[in-house]
């Protein structure tokens, strides 16, 4: 269920972002993949996951989140 809402998300911001899922979930350090990751990030935090959860979801460290929530 959460990983296919994670994939769900990565879907949807990759299409507002101009670039695609795969990019989101991948080591990219873009401008436009950051800002769709970081979107991913507050939608799933909004949803009510912890920072650690969300971090193992998108391969990241939970303070790399952290840090990802407060810019986005």
């Known amino acids: 269920m959460t990983t296919a809402r994670v994939r ?12 695609s899922a795969s ?4 080591p990219l350090r873009r401008w436009d993949v950051v800002a769709a990751r970081r979107a991913v990030m507050r939608r799933l ?5 912890s920072t650690p959860q969300i971090g193992k979801w998108l391969d990241r460290d939970h303070t790399t989140v952290l840090s990802g929530l407060r810019a986005a």
């Open 8 to 19: 769900q998300y990565a879907r949807e911001e990759a299409a507002r972002f101009g670039c």
């Open 23 to 26: 990019e989101i979930l991948s």
């Open 45 to 49: 935090r909004d949803d009510g996951f």
